[in-house]
């Protein structure tokens, strides 16, 4: 599985130029995680293993419903529950309940299959975004170009940037870069959405809206790394 996440081509994630690539990046593997598990992993047992020790969060399992069979769900479910019954949750308790395997249970719930896929794929991502800003001048010219990085993947980028694989004469320009992607976009959106509340002075009837009128969802896809379906959108 690690392998085909791998296979993703960087340009694939940042030739669109639309919105965040990171988020686009995590999108990819979310999907391609979320339909290897619901088809051919469904019965692999060192898979099905995993899945039964990590669980899915609601998130996930989600996604898992919109690609997957009910059966296939089912069944990975199926598995996953029999885990629990038979070794964490007890159909009955005589005296007081176990730490361990209420710890366990904590454990179950913060933990996520495909979020630790995920995680996994990203982090090699970014040695792949460092690695080719350092030593391929086309590709620094198409990360420069991106439209912008939303607040979760500059932290993310500026944090993981010193330690996976750019050299230090390197990072000022690195630092420099990505924050004009991330502070200038957060300027650009802080204009829209003053534009956005002056329109509702009676002084501005008549005036042009500009590019106002989707501020509050760009900044909340900012802010979230998230997009607002448009059946989410207020008309």
């Excluded at 060192?46 to 990590?54: H, L």
């Excluded at 204009?191 to 008549?206: A, V």
Aim: charged share 30%; proline share 3%; net charge neutral.
């Amino acid at each position: 599985m690690r392998e085909d996440i791998c296979t993703i081509p960087i340009n694939d994630v940042f030739l669109p130029r639309d919105g965040c690539p990171l988020c686009r990046m995590r999108d990819m593997l979310e999907e391609r995680s979320t339909v290897y598990i619901t088809g051919a992993a469904m019965m692999e047992p060192d898979v099905r293993i995993k899945t039964n020790e990590k669980g899915f969060c609601h998130r996930h399992f989600g996604m898992m419903l919109k690609c997957g069979t009910r059966l296939s769900n089912a069944l990975i479910l199926e598995s996953h529950l029999d885990k629990l019954k038979t070794e964490m949750i007890p159909k009955t308790v005589k005296g007081k309940p176990d730490k361990k395997k209420i710890a366990a249970i904590r454990s179950v719930q913060k933990s996520c299959f495909v979020c630790e896929q995920v995680e996994w794929g990203m982090a090699h991502m970014y040695q792949t975004i460092f690695s080719s800003y350092v030593t391929d001048s086309e590709f620094r010219a198409l990360y420069n170009d991106q439209q912008f990085i939303c607040m979760e993947h500059y932290a993310d980028l500026m944090t993981a940037a010193v330690n996976k694989g750019v050299p230090s004469k390197s990072l000022p320009d690195f630092y420099s870069d990505t924050s004009k992607l991330a502070g200038g976009y957060l300027e650009v959106l802080k204009d829209d959405i003053t534009h956005f509340c002056s329109m509702f002075d009676y002084r501005s009837k008549g005036q042009d809206w500009g590019n106002s009128k989707d501020a509050i969802e760009r900044s909340i896809e900012f802010l979230t790394s998230e997009r607002i379906a448009k059946d989410e959108q207020q008309g």
